[in-house]
């Protein structure tokens, strides 16, 4: 629920040294918590140089969005087409498509698949999310809040992300044995996975629409309404913050319930598809075992999460949902799908140290969550490495012109860079791709895509944190020089 449709908010004033959990703002260093871009202050200046900004604003209202609404799911069917249909290559991909008109490319990479959608499409997409709502619903946990809203709501959540993950992947392994004493098997669902890619296009944009119109309409709380800047914008970025149908989050729904556990669900079918036809590949159990590391570990700090941009300040649209729903299946799980028919065994040394080099990125990355949760919930009377934590106390103005206070971490691994946490994230998708060899781009499209998603994040974040804690940000930049890697960037 959200606390107060226009819950007053608390904390913070000089002098007060009393604050819960939600008065030091979503995240500590990132900034990505209770503010929006779209600062009231602002308004003014913008308003002077409207005849200057109009093309541009034509360019960021329509157009971006209107390409990348059109263009980016067929971008994504695109690599689905070479996985399934062209050996695991983009330059067959290319060879096959590049001399056909565009109608005709179309048909190419959508036609075969939607054509051949059926009832176990719809079996298992509409079984799958009846599952997930009924964990969602169900399942008991603890009781969390997220950050301060822009219009002063505080959202809770129950913490029952890593049971509903648990039940959900044993359920999956029950249900393998009940198939196979049956001489039957779960991984259709990877034979037949172009056809759920292409379906979830479709049903994706149906749901973006569906949440488009709720939140003009019947939205969940205040943190709603369209933006002014047209339909296509608002389509693109969405017209709530955060969504709830009949009690469900969709946001916590899309994020957590689908995209983060249909991508281990992937990973798994991937990896009984291999034994199933190679046996033991040392190849496939790397990318199987760092991938299922990592995701359980985001969902044991799954509460932190409801920190992040992602549920913090990203509306629920098209950027979000449909990404959730239709970019990360296809995307996220790629090393494991290109291995399934490329096997590589790389013998017990290498399949050592990429084990090794891989679960110590996904430490590092949890570590590093972590040091911010324990300075935020200590209100910074905690140890980093062994010391007192050096902070900086900004002070900041929400949009309802209260004051409020931020802690920014300057020390652990918060020392080292503003986004550190992003090197060992972008290496420990390395490890699990590597095992895929050099011979084809395609098992590499995951670390391109997620390289360019938090070095392009990290500019936006501090671009927000700067517009929010002013001379506070710049203080902070001056003891933390570097952005993402330390002494080069």
């Not at 369209?226 to 970025?237: C, E, L, P």
């Not at 991508?263 to 009984?272: D, E, S």
């Not at 998708?429 to 499209?445: D, I, K, Q, R, S």
């Amino acid at each position: 629920m959200l606390n107060g449709e226009k819950m007053k908010q608390r904390g913070a004033n000089s002098g007060n040294s009393r604050r819960d959990s939600n008065g030091i703002a979503g995240i500590i260093s990132d900034g990505s918590g209770d503010y929006s871009d779209q600062r009231k202050q602002q308004d003014g200046g913008k308003r002077s140089r409207a005849g200057i900004s109009a093309p541009f604003s034509v360019i960021n209202n329509i157009i971006l969005p209107l390409l990348i609404v059109t263009l980016l799911p067929t971008g994504i069917m695109m690599i689905v087409y070479s996985s399934t249909d062209c050996d695991g290559s983009l330059s067959t991909m290319i060879s096959r498509i590049q001399n056909k008109t565009l109608y005709d490319i179309y048909m190419e990479l959508w036609g075969n698949y939607l054509s051949g959608i059926s009832f176990f499409t719809f079996a298992v997409v509409f079984g799958y999310y009846i599952w997930a709502i009924l964990c969602t619903r169900m399942i008991p946990g603890k009781i969390v809040k997220g950050p301060l809203t822009p219009m002063g709501n505080i959202p809770e959540y129950v913490d029952n992300g890593l049971s509903c993950y648990i039940i959900t992947m044993a359920g999956l392994i029950i249900l393998t044995v009940i198939l196979k004493l049956n001489n039957l098997t779960p991984t259709i669902v990877i034979d037949q996975f172009g056809e759920l890619a292409a379906f979830m296009h479709i049903y994706s944009f149906i749901v973006v629409f569906f949440l488009y119109i709720k939140g003009i309409y019947s939205p969940s709380s205040s943190d709603s309404g369209k933006t002014g800047k047209g339909f296509m914008f608002d389509y693109y970025w969405g017209t709530e913050l955060y969504p709830r149908v009949y009690g469900v989050d969709i946001k916590v729904l899309t994020n957590c319930r689908f995209a983060l556990t249909v991508w281990p669900i992937l990973v798994y079918l991937c990896a009984i598809k291999s034994y199933e036809l190679h046996g033991f590949v040392d190849s496939m159990m790397i990318t199987t075992v760092l991938q299922l590391f990592y995701i359980t570990k985001f969902f044991y700090w799954e509460a932190g999460y409801y920190g992040t941009m992602d549920i913090s300040q990203d509306r629920a649209g098209f950027y979000i949902i449909w990404g959730c729903m239709s970019l990360v299946p296809p995307l996220y799980p790629l090393a494991s799908y290109y291995l399934v028919n490329h096997p590589v065994r790389i013998g017990p040394v290498w399949t050592t140290v990429i084990l090794v080099v891989g679960i110590a990125s996904t430490t590092v990355n949890y570590l590093a969550d972590h040091q911010k949760q324990i300075v935020r919930k200590t209100n910074g009377n905690c140890k980093i490495w062994g010391r007192n934590p050096d902070i900086i106390r900004a002070k900041y103005r929400t949009e309802s012109g209260n004051t409020r206070e931020s802690i920014l971490l300057t020390s652990g691994w918060w020392g080292l860079s503003r986004h550190f946490h992003y090197v060992p994230e972008i290496l420990l998708a390395f490890c699990w791709t590597v095992p895929a060899g050099f011979e084809n781009l395609l098992p590499y499209m995951y670390i391109i895509f997620l390289t360019v998603l938090l070095v392009h994040r990290s500019f936006r974040d501090e671009k927000k944190c700067s517009t929010k804690y002013g001379e506070y940000w710049q203080k902070y930049c001056l003891k933390v020089k570097y952005r993402i890697i330390p002494y080069v960037f």
